[in-house]
């Protein structure tokens, strides 16, 4: 998943190696925020403070899914069967995880014979589903009948007024712990397995999932069709995917199709237009591509994320068209995690930098070889920078968060998602690389790491296990302070060396604006590449405010409040916000509500918010939009304003 930066839960956090309750204080956007740490007895299972199954003593094996999509009741309706393997011989209860399910009745295949099954008490993590196993047999197939909450936080439900088109649409969002509210299941990344599926939806809607779609649709009474999927390769419950509406589709590629409404289909057709070379440069990096075909979803507006990495099918923001391929990193980012996250895994979300950091550090590789060192570089300067803004400004210097592998013990993994497991974790990378001798050498570590832990789920300590053991006659190795890199707070321990050819020429227009030298005309500004033109608008974002005289002339010469490049107008329009330039108001808010990437929405709303004379016009605006936003970024932007009603 490409990253959003997220903020400090005003709720909970946790000190890393704490071992009883502490009361700290942190700084955060100028707010005393007293932080109540949770102890190791708040961990919801020994495997996965933020699951309550226990794949320990009774496993998921596969997951078989029939559901009907019901757009009059905002719900799916059906079923689910467990292949369930008895891990612990005594093991009397299967425990699953589950979010507002109507569970209605839980049976053994085999015998037909009914189960009894019990629901806990509701947490920010969801409920316990435990469910009485048969008494006899080690393997058995289990069906859970169901249906999903209208408020089901994995769900987004979409009236056709919210969409082009003139039918409604449905899409998931399981990462990170949602996939429990859509289906009853072990909802940890340490379980992984195939799956079946079996959707019926209305005609004349398409239905797509994380999987390979087998045989034609067919036709039902009532105006309905069928549609059936399999995943054969073995995969994590967040990886579950589905999506239902007016689609259409292009081809870019020999294995790739772009699915979207058909007004997205054409800028698609460009920005997406290298998707094979991107796929067969990571598969010169990370070895055969495993999951058959790569297909493209974009989504409506309301998707809360650059991309999602669901195998078989990506699904992607609309913001990444611009006509241009100015963004199309993100696809090289999700392309890589069909090696980094989906055939290796994290064991649970508190070493999630070994998915996100290890694609970050892939993706880059995969655009170095198409683009050269230098564009690897540049964005690798672009990401530090990112970094610098969680770990200085978002958090703090000393908040846990910032550690590579919190203690997410009592915690939400959403409310510690920021770009720390992505840039901090591929910074590690970059240090371990030079370290032990360049890209000759550490790239095929790479491809062996990826073949030794294929299908698995791991833990940092796993990770260094390997390294260690791999480079074991290196003699750098003792220099490596691990304590420091992954559980210490802060910025890293190292920068790169970062080639700074290319960004060189921004800095030199930037200083220009800042000083009052103000350009002729526009000619040097459009001859940047859209990496330079953020990293301009990056410096005058660290700059002191600009006068307003300044912001209106930049936006006359070059159009910024009108970019087709979203990362482009995002950053203009907080540098409009810091300088309090009434024009920025406007602009921040149609661009904080008329899509729902948190990347973008969040740091508006709360650079808004941080504006007080705005503030009742901010919430206003929130209140007036949330119902269109997905779960997560309604929550989050909630918790960033401090709104919760």
């Known amino acids: 998943m490409r990253s959003n930066h997220r903020v400090l839960s005003m709720l909970l956090c946790l000190t890393k190696l704490t071992t009883k309750a502490t009361r700290i204080i942190f700084q955060v956007h100028r707010f005393q925020v007293p932080i109540q740490a949770m102890s190791s007895s708040s961990r919801l299972s020994p495997g996965d403070p933020s699951s309550h199954s226990r794949p320990d003593q009774a496993v998921v094996t596969k997951i078989h899914l029939d559901l009907a999509v019901d757009f009059s009741k905002q719900v799916l309706a059906g079923s689910v069967t467990l292949g369930v393997r008895r891990v612990d011989e005594q093991a009397k209860q299967l425990k699953l995880d589950s979010s507002k399910l109507d569970i209605t009745q839980v049976k053994d295949d085999e015998s037909g014979e009914l189960l009894d099954w019990s629901v806990g008490e509701a947490g920010q993590c969801g409920s316990e589903l435990s469910v009485t196993l048969p008494s006899s047999g080690n393997m058995m197939d289990i069906t859970v009948s169901y249906s999903t909450s209208p408020s089901s936080s994995a769900l987004q439900w979409l009236s056709p007024a919210q969409t082009s088109g003139e039918h409604p649409f449905l899409f998931s969002q399981c990462q990170a712990i949602h996939c429990r509210a859509m289906v009853p299941c072990q909802d940890t990344p340490s379980v992984k397995v195939p799956y079946t599926a079996t959707l019926t939806v209305p005609t004349p809607l398409t239905a797509l999932m994380s999987a390979l779609r087998q045989g034609e649709p067919v036709q ?71 999951w058959g075909g790569y297909d493209i979803l974009v989504l409506p507006p309301s998707f809360p994320f650059g991309g999602m990495e669901n195998p078989c099918l990506t699904f992607a923001t609309p913001t990444l068209l611009s006509g241009d391929k100015s963004n199309a990193d993100v696809i090289a980012h999700e392309i890589a995690h069909s090696w980094t996250g989906n055939l290796v ?15 970050v550090f892939t993706e880059r590789k995969i655009v170095g070889r198409m683009r050269g060192e230098q564009a690897r570089h540049f964005s690798a300067m672009l990401g530090w920078r990112d970094l610098e803004e969680t770990v200085n400004s978002e958090f703090s210097p000393t908040h846990p968060f910032t550690a590579l592998v919190p203690d997410l013990s009592g915690v939400d993994p959403d409310d510690a998602f920021s770009s720390i497991p992505y840039e901090k974790g591929h910074t590690f990378l970059w240090y371990l ?37 791999h480079f074991s006659s290196h003699p750098s190795l003792s220099s490596i302070d691990w304590e420091t890199w992954l559980y210490s707070p802060g910025m890293p321990p190292y920068k790169p060396d970062f080639d700074t050819s290319l960004a060189a020429k921004s800095r030199i227009l930037a200083d220009k604006w800042i000083t009052g030298d103000i350009p002729e005309d526009k000619e040097e500004f459009e001859k940047f590449s859209a990496e330079q033109q953020l990293e301009f608008l990056g410096i005058l974002l660290e700059s002191d405010k600009l006068e307003h005289g300044k912001l209106e002339a930049m936006d006359q010469m070059y159009g910024l409040s009108s970019s087709p490049n979203t990362e482009v107008l995002f950053r203009f329009v907080r540098l409009g916000i810091k300088a309090r330039w009434e024009n920025s108001v406007d602009l921040g808010l149609s661009l904080a509500t008329r899509q729902g990437r948190m990347k973008f929405c969040r740091p508006l709303f709360r650079d808004l918010w941080g504006w007080e004379e705005q503030r009742n016009r901010v919430e206003k605006c929130f209140r007036e939009h949330r119902a269109g936003m997905m779960a997560v970024c309604r929550e989050m932007v909630g918790k960033d304003l401090g709104i919760t009603d």
């Open 433 to 469: 690389e030079e370290l032990v001798g360049g890209a000759e050498k550490f790239e095929p570590f790479l491809r062996k790491y990826y073949e030794h832990f294929v299908h698995q789920s791991i833990t940092t300590d796993q990770f260094k296990s390997f390294f260690l053991s």
């Open 345 to 359: 895994t994290n064991s649970n979300f508190e070493h999630f930098w070994l998915n996100e950091g290890f694609t």
């Open 220 to 290: 039902l009474p009532g105006g309905l069709i069928q549609y059936k999927f399999s995943q054969p390769v073995p995969v994590q419950s967040y990886l579950i995917a589905l999506a239902v509406g007016q689609l259409d589709m292009v081809r870019v590629g020999p294995r790739s199709l772009v699915w979207g409404e058909k007004k997205q289909l054409e800028l698609a057709k460009v920005d997406f237009s290298e998707t094979e070379e991107m796929l067969t440069t990571a598969e010169s990096l990370c070895g055969p591509y495993v």
